[in-house]
Structures are given as structure tokens and as C-alpha cells.
């Protein structure tokens, strides 16, 4: 028995003397006794289990509020974000201070911001450039954030572009392969930073 295992034992031990000096005291018939000490011993197991187990419930709240609200579960060096009732990947971002949703599209090249997010975060536009989407080529302008964050993920003087309207946010692979990896696991998109 190591010296640190050495208080724990005797402090166990003087803690079962106490219970069962309590249940002697009493007087009780035996089969009340053990009754009382399998009690004891189990009310002592689910205190144990509880501590023993204190980080994995932590987890398990993190995952079922991320369930419930679509947040992301921060762990370790990954974020883990929840794929959504529309089969997508949305995140709350924050560009420059500024809270917005984006989706998260590993098929966009450049991070692409709407017109009203863009004022909100006091992004100028700059020179519009020809971007080929899905719908064909469109002229967007170009603007930088001073910081771009996703979670605990962040990334500074982050190339954007400005959309003329206030179509959707899209986190496109300028950030995604900034990253030191992200993959699709299950129902989660993981961010490695």
C-alpha cells in the first residue's frame, strides 16, 4: 500500500466502523442490521459511482444540450458540432465580435458572409472578383475580418467574401483547411484544431 493509498483505507475503515457501530447501537434484529448496512453500502457505491464518474455525466450533459440547442461540444483540441434536423452543418460564429449563424460547406471555397452580417461586424467590401457557385459565376466582393471564431477556434485577418444580398453564411475550406484536420463522424462534423 503506497503512502497516498494509506489515509483513503483508514479513512474507509473508520467511516464502516461508524455505520456499524450506529446499527449496533440501535439494537435491531440481524436481518434489520443487514437490510441497513446493504443500504448503506449502496447509498456509499452510488456516492462513489457519481464521483468516480463525475467528467463522463459532465459529457453527457454536454451532448444532450448540444441535442437540444445545435451547440457545439467543446473537447479537448475538438469541437464536435451536432448535424441539424436539415441534414447540415450550422454553427454559431462570431465575425469580428458579431454573433452569426453559418453553414458549414466543404464544397465553398471562401467563407462567404451576407450584406447585413458584414455591416454588423464592420467589414468594408472591397474589389468584387468573379466566383463560380453552384448557380453559376456571380461577382462578390472581397473583405477581411479582423477575427473570425468558431467556438474556441479562432483565426485572424480572415479573408471573406461579401455577399450582395443577405444570403446565407457559409464557412467554406479557407477555414476549414486552416484547421489541423475535421472529419464527419456519426451525426457530428469534428474540428480539429
Known sequence: MSGDEAPRALYLVLLLMLVAASLIGMRLPAGKVVKMALAWVAIFAAGFALFAFRDDFGALGQRLRAEATGEPIASGEELRIPIS?????????????????????????????????????????????????????????????????????????????????????????????????????????????
Open 85 to 193: 434536423g436539415d441534414g447540415h452543418f450550422w454553427v454559431q460564429a462570431d465575425v469580428n465580435g458579431r454573433p452569426a449563424r453559418f453553414l458549414i460547406d466543404s464544397g465553398a471555397s471562401i467563407t462567404t458572409i451576407g450584406g447585413e452580417t458584414a455591416r454588423a461586424a464592420g467589414i468594408r467590401p472591397g474589389i468584387r472578383v468573379p466566383v463560380n457557385t453552384a448557380n453559376g459565376t456571380v461577382a462578390m466582393a472581397r473583405g477581411s475580418a479582423e477575427r473570425f471564431s468558431v467556438g474556441y477556434i479562432d483565426r485572424a485577418d480572415f479573408t471573406v467574401h461579401v455577399s450582395s444580398s443577405d444570403a446565407t453564411n457559409v464557412i467554406g475550406m479557407n477555414f476549414l483547411s486552416s484547421l489541423r484536420g475535421w472529419s464527419v463522424e456519426g451525426n457530428y462534423l469534428v474540428l480539429r484544431a
